[in-house]
Every structure is written in structure tokens, then in C-alpha cells.
């Protein structure tokens, strides 16, 4: 399939996220004013949100990166969480962001953050792009998050959808066609 015809919506322009990374790297340099922070990319979504939204974090930041599986190639969530690959570095007594693509069922992140406090983080929150508006309110919800979004499954801007379209510079409703191939 031609790359431009992946979906059949845009509903977050390239313009508009940058926008969104502006208006939360504003508000964690805020919060966290005259400390060091460790920012947290989960792989391989948060890529290239983390990447833009780390230029407007005016901080002393350390980067690092975790890779966790829950979708395992499809577009329905699993509740399972494995660490594929580690931190680096160590979290204990440090402030943690971790950051996101999107949070669905937020299962994902809220078990990340679990284990950033077991290893004994000075504070742990998440920073996620999206936030789907799926009706469940009882879901973990980032402190820090850029915008709500429908219900759909999306790609581009890192997500993915069996590991194709995360290069797309927006983020759009997949298109009919791809999800039938998948059925
Ligand atoms: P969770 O259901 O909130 O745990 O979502 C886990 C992960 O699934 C997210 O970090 C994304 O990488 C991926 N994901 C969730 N919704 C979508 C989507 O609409 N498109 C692509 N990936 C998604
Ligand atoms: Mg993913």
C-alpha cells in the first residue's frame, strides 16, 4: 500500500504536535524547576515524540529508553507486560518521566511505573502524547498529556501498526483496507 493512502483520517497534524511537545516540555520544566530529571522513552512508540519533546524540556535531563510488549503485532491490547530490554541506567532517588505514545488501556505504563518505584525512584510520572478516549474512566490517566483522541486505532508518528507507519510525520485513523488484511 502507497504510504499516503494508510489512513483515511488525519486527525493530528505535524504542525499540531509540535505544538502539543512545546506546551508539555513547558509544563514539565515548571514542575521540576532546579532539579535533574531522567527522562524515560518506552520503545519503540515514544520515538519520535520523545526525541522533539525532549528539545523543549529546559532542564538537566538524562535519557533513557525501556522496551516493553503488550501488543504482541496486533491491534487489540493484552493485559501481559514483558521488559524486552532494560534501562541503563539506575532510577533509584531520581526523578522519572516516562514517556509515551499513547495510552489505550494504560496498562502498559501504569506497570512501568510500578517497577520504577519498587527500584526506589525519588518520584515517578508519564508523559504521553495521546489519550484515547475509550469511556473508561478508571484508567490510569498521565499527569502530563498532550491530546485526547477517538477511539480508533491510529498510526504514524511512531505507532505503529504491525511495525509499518511509524515514519508518517502525522498521526491518522488507519484506513479500512489495512485492517481487513489483518482479518
Ligand atoms: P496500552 O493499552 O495503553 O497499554 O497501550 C500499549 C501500547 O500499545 C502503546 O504504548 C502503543 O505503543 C500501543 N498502542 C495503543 N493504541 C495504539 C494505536 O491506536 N495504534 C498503534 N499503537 C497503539
Ligand atoms: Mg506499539
Redo the contacts with the bound molecule.
Keep these: 500500500m502507497k504510504i499516503d493512502k494508510a489512513c483515511k483520517e488525519i486527525i493530528v497534524s505535524e504542525e499540531k504536535i509540535i505544538e502539543t511537545c512545546k506546551k508539555l516540555g513547558a509544563q514539565i520544566s515548571k514542575d521540576y524547576e532546579g532539579e535533574e530529571v531522567t527522562m524515560v522513552g518506552?520503545l519503540?512508540?515514544?520515538n519520535p515524540f520523545f526525541s522533539d519533546l525532549i528539545k523543549y524540556v529546559d532542564l538537566e535531563v538524562v535519557v533513557d529508553y525501556i522496551k516493553?510488549s503488550?501488543?504482541h503485532g496486533t491491534?487489540k491490547?493484552?493485559n501481559d507486560?514483558k521488559i524486552l530490554k532494560d534501562l541503563d541506567l539506575p532510577v533509584s532517588g531520581k526523578n522519572v518521566i516516562i514517556v509515551?505514545?499513547?495510552?489505550?488501556?494504560?496498562?502498559?505504563?501504569?506497570?512501568i511505573m510500578e517497577i520504577f518505584k519498587v527500584r526506589g525512584a525519588k518520584s515517578v510520572e508519564a508523559c504521553?502524547l495521546?489519550y484515547?478516549e475509550t469511556g473508561d474512566d478508571t484508567?490510569?490517566h498521565a499527569k502530563y498529556t498532550g491530546l485526547s483522541?477517538p477511539n480508533?486505532?491510529?498510526?504514524g508518528y511512531?505507532?505503529?501498526?504491525q511495525e509499518h507507519y511509524r515514519n508518517l510525520p502525522y498521526i491518522g485513523i488507519?484506513s479500512d483496507e489495512l485492517v481487513k488484511e489483518e482479518n
Design positions: 518506552l519503540n512508540g515514544c516493553a503488550s501488543y491491534t491490547s493484552s507486560v509515551d505514545d499513547v495510552i489505550d488501556t494504560g496498562n502498559t505504563l501504569k506497570k504521553v495521546l484515547k484508567r490510569y483522541i480508533a486505532f491510529v498510526i511512531g505507532l505503529d501498526f488507519i
